[in-house]
């Protein structure tokens, strides 16, 4: 069960061990450290790994003043002992066609734990409850096989191959197209 902790576009969401939280820049060291992990920035082909600590200062400052409020990303913190273990949250919101594009990383002591398939429960309830949307995008590296499963696990259906979708350090890369509907959505 979701928990809604403030009544907005991106409201803190709590479930049963995780609290999703705004960034702040009080963030910036677990951002630093979590984005220059090799095994983080592995499949994230859009961005290049982080190598500086402005870069993290920069990330959630990107994240603090929104344009026109179209992305956000949560903070996961454990509950158990206030860790920080990833982000998620939703890139290009159109509220004209009332779709968003999904992103997330976890960092990888925490993997297989049920971490993120908990979070992004939450993440797309909030998504289709409050920002009403109808369709929810995830554009994932065809080599991500944990994010593919991830995905399928939540229900999103895999509409096709983006071809040298993204270039990063001078070599392009496929992703895969997934997609989850309103109407398909299972909480």
Not at 49 to 74: C, D, K, S
Not at 142 to 158: C, P, T
């Given at each position: 069960?979701?928990?809604?902790?403030?009544?907005n576009?991106?409201?803190?969401?709590?479930?049963?061990?995780?609290?999703?939280?705004?960034m702040t820049?009080?963030?910036?060291?677990?951002?630093?450290?979590?984005?220059?992990?090799s095994?983080v920035?592995?499949?994230?082909?859009?961005?290049p790994p982080v190598?500086?600590?402005?870069?993290?200062q920069?990330?959630?400052q990107?994240?603090?003043e929104?344009?026109?409020?179209?992305h956000?990303?949560?903070l996961m913190v454990?509950k158990s002992?206030?860790?920080?273990?990833g982000?998620?949250?939703?890139?290009?919101w159109?509220?004209r066609?009332?779709?968003?594009?999904?992103?997330?990383?976890l960092?990888?002591?925490?993997?297989?734990?049920?971490?993120m398939?908990?979070?992004?429960?939450?993440?797309?309830?909030?998504g289709?409850?409050?920002?009403?949307?109808?369709?929810?995008?995830a554009?994932?590296?065809?080599?991500?096989?944990?994010s593919i499963?991830?995905?399928?696990?939540?229900?999103?259906?895999?509409?096709g191959?983006l071809r040298?979708?993204?270039c990063?350090?001078?070599k392009?890369?496929?992703?895969?197209?997934?997609?989850?509907?309103q109407?398909?959505?299972?909480?």
């Amino acid at each position: 069960m979701t928990k809604i902790v403030k009544d907005n576009n991106f409201p803190t969401l709590e479930t049963e061990r995780l609290i999703l939280r705004q960034m702040t820049l009080e963030d910036t060291d677990f951002v630093f450290q979590h984005f220059s992990d090799s095994a983080v920035s592995r499949y994230l082909m859009d961005e290049p790994p982080v190598t500086e600590y402005a870069q993290a200062q920069e990330i959630i400052q990107f994240y603090l003043e929104p344009e026109e409020g179209t992305h956000n990303r949560w903070l996961m913190v454990r509950k158990s002992d206030h860790r920080s273990i990833g982000t998620c949250g939703f890139h290009k919101w159109d509220k004209r066609y009332f779709r968003a594009e999904i992103g997330y990383d976890l960092s990888p002591s925490f993997w297989g734990q049920g971490y993120m398939i908990e979070a992004l429960r939450a993440v797309i309830a909030s998504g289709v409850e409050h920002m009403r949307l109808n369709r929810i995008d995830a554009l994932v590296y065809i080599e991500n096989d944990r994010s593919i499963q991830l995905l399928r696990r939540l229900g999103f259906k895999q509409e096709g191959v983006l071809r040298d979708y993204f270039c990063l350090d001078g070599k392009f890369y496929d992703h895969y197209l997934f997609a989850l509907l309103q109407r398909e959505w299972k909480s």
